[in-house]
């Protein structure tokens, strides 16, 4: 396996170990993330060891987050590479993906979020 699964009381943290450049990268992430969509379970993707990534996995990413959200469970992308932030910026989806400078900022989203849908499910 190609990534660093750290499982926490609320989220599950991934941080991959290199760049998506291959094609067996990017298929290994989506069958983690269809079976964490399944479970419902919050999601950080620490992108801390990338420095490269294709323009179809960033758009993914933007599609997985846009299905995190619709079944309600949160799904925050942190640490970017200097190169990595500036292609995603070149491909104007900076607005589109949640993402944070620090994991730290991520776990405080993805709390805040919670705390949001548990607010929002008592009216």
Known sequence: MKFKID???KFTIITPD???????LTAELKELLTSFLQHKTNLVINLKNVVTVKEN???ELAAW???????Q???VICELQLPV???????????ELN??????EAWDIVQMEEIERELLGDE
């Open 85 to 95: 932030q500036a292609f995603i910026n070149q491909l104007d989806l900076d607005s």
């Open 7 to 9: 499982t926490r009381e």
């Open 73 to 75: 469970v949160s799904f």
């Open 18 to 24: 290199s760049d998506f450049t291959s094609d067996n």
């Open 99 to 104: 993402i944070t400078p620090s994991e730290t």
């Open 65 to 71: 987050q846009q299905q995190f959200y619709e079944q």
């Open 57 to 59: 996995l960033v758009k």
